[in-house]
């Protein structure tokens, strides 16, 4: 049977799908937000194991059509270890429409197009990239490890592989004085990134990470519902996307949103003004139903 190790975290897109720990942890695991991974050191579990799993689902789980590769940082497998898992897995589920997992910036960086472009054949069509800011200034002070730029380039080379693109934003990342520049920026990389799927999630002080530490020592401003769905706004209105899906539904979130861009640009940012003109009839979720 597959038997979890640690914590186990998917994105809100993959709650129907089998989710397969091909690696544990993240190799990166600087980013001071996030707390996912702080419990395990990373690696990649053996194959073997791998299989017995697969073929565990196989005989157990009806109608398997999307599947899920965990931990945080899958892609930076070696290209020879992820085409077993692959092979393994389109053998066991002839009906599997997608595999995915999560991307980040270093593993994009030291993966090459034309292994993206192979892997992405035998079924690993789908990458969720946390870009969290565009502003360089909040990229630095969250550790993402890398600049805009740089975050432009490794994802362009998803791209050239022909690999969807699932990316996050991290609302209220650039705390109140930066909020408006983090809103502009963030959007700024979105455009010149044109993701297939774009989603914001609110940045939350986890217990046991530095940005808890630091929002305990009153470094970091936690952005009230108003202050967020106006940053919210200005980055959706600098959005030029030509065809994506946006969605902030992530249970962080105070207001849900759905669209498709552009079709539905102008209509969001109506909603967001409504928002912003009459507070006290927001649909806001409240803080006892939010979570991470």
Sequence with gaps: MIQYQGSLYRPPSEANSLILQATLGCSYNECTFCGMYRDKRFR????????????????HLRGVRKVFLADGDALVAKASFLHQVLDALNEAFPDLRRISCYASPQALAVRKVEEMRSLRQAGLTQYYLGIESGCDQTLEFLQKGVDSAEMIRVANKAHEADVRLSTMILLGAGNRAGSERHARESARVVNAIQPRFVSTLVMTPVEDTPLYEQWSAGQVDELTPIELAAELRTFLANLELRSSVFRSNHASNYLALKGTLPKDKDALVEVLDAVLADPDKAPFVPDWLRAL
């Design 44 to 59: 990649v579990r053996p194959i073997a194991e791998l299989r017995e799993e697969i073929a565990w689902a196989a005989d």
